[in-house]
């Protein structure tokens, strides 16, 4: 069956079936592929897989049915309405690197384009599974973040840039009070 892209869901590698708390950092297209294999999938289940190092690396055609997210939306399995999207490393200890981060960025801005989604089509695996992926360290919306300036921090920064245009004025302005003084006091003598 085709898959429609409807959503971007967003997983990481997360722990070991033995361990839980594992480091799956390392883990890369090859390895991913090889554990799904083993699990009977054919190949590996998602769509793109970013490495440690930044590297985006394709791991089915975005037509292609995914083996990721089997919950339903509206009746559908999400593994033919979306793309899986898995970033190696296990995000309910650690953050992904900042390679892997500018990677998702631009693989995320480039999709939405692509078939013309909503940034709140960005969801982690969490969002329709019992699990904690894309990992407890991250937010609902940290992915998504990734693609929109978040109202707060631009609040923040229309503050703040109209704080330092108050001071250059408040500066101006001591400047010319004080010449005006002097004048004054000019006139006094
Ligand atoms: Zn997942």
Redesign the pocket.
Known sequence: MVNTVRYLII??T?GTEKNPLADTSHHTLEIIHEYHRSLGWGKVGYHYVIEKDGKLRQGRLDTEQGS??NQQENGISMNLQSLGI?IAGNFDFSFPTQAQEATLKKLLQEKLKQYNLSPSKILP?RHW?P?T??GRKLSEDWARNLVISTPVQSEVQIQLNQCVVDKIILEKKVLWYNSLLESIKSLIR
């Open positions: 997983h990481h997360g990721h997210c898995v695996h599974a699990k992926c894309y």
